[in-house]
């Protein structure tokens, strides 16, 4: 697939939208809706070494308008201009939660929708943990959460966090860290 031109459409404050004309892998070509996004790092903040059998990791509780309420997610935010994904991950654990990473591990970097969006979000988990003071966006409304991990393993299996970014990360750590 190539691109053979774009045209922007909308420029926002998150992300923008572009409408691409694309050659696919057949030589046609048409247009396909594209929403470019700067990236995001998000990760998963270990109270306790993550080898404990049942550590303590920081959940965030936020509103987010499109869930139509609150969900359970892992601290996150986008990529700045000219910022790289781990100080993206240590900025947003510190402006989320008030904690730092003493520590921090690059899990792994997933596409959110590649179907519409460009966006890439960087995981990381982060260990060694010292409280700061947290500076929190004008529109972000959460609260901060320790929980055992065993917890968050059966919100896990009810159904209780849907957040994709949060569910990839736990589920990374579970079955690739925390698995011999």
């Not at 691109?3 to 922007?8: A, C, E």
């Not at 900025?91 to 966006?119: K, V």
């Amino acid at each position: 697939m190539a691109l053979v031109s774009t045209d922007r459409r909308y420029t926002g404050r998150v992300i923008n939208l572009d409408v691409d004309q694309v050659r696919f892998p057949d030589g046609a070509t048409g247009p396909l809706e594209m929403i470019r996004h700067p990236g995001a790092s998000a990760v998963v903040p270990f109270l306790d070494p993550m080898t404990d059998p049942d550590p303590r990791v920081i959940l965030i509780r936020q509103f987010r308008h499109a869930a139509e309420g609150p969900i359970w997610e892992i601290p996150a935010g986008r990529l700045e201009p000219g910022e790289g994904p781990e100080d993206c991950a240590n900025r947003e654990l510190s402006e989320e939660t008030g904690y730092e990473a003493g520590e921090l591990h690059r899990l792994t970097t997933i596409l959110t929708t590649p179907g519409f969006t460009d966006e890439r979000i960087h995981l990381y988990a982060a260990g060694v943990l010292s409280q700061v003071e947290a500076h929190r966006e004008w529109d972000e409304y959460l609260e901060v959460h320790p929980l055992p991990w065993s917890r968050i393993m059966a919100m896990i299996e009810s159904g209780e966090i849907v957040d994709g970014k949060t569910l990839v990360a736990l589920m990374f750590v579970q079955c690739i860290v925390r698995q011999p």
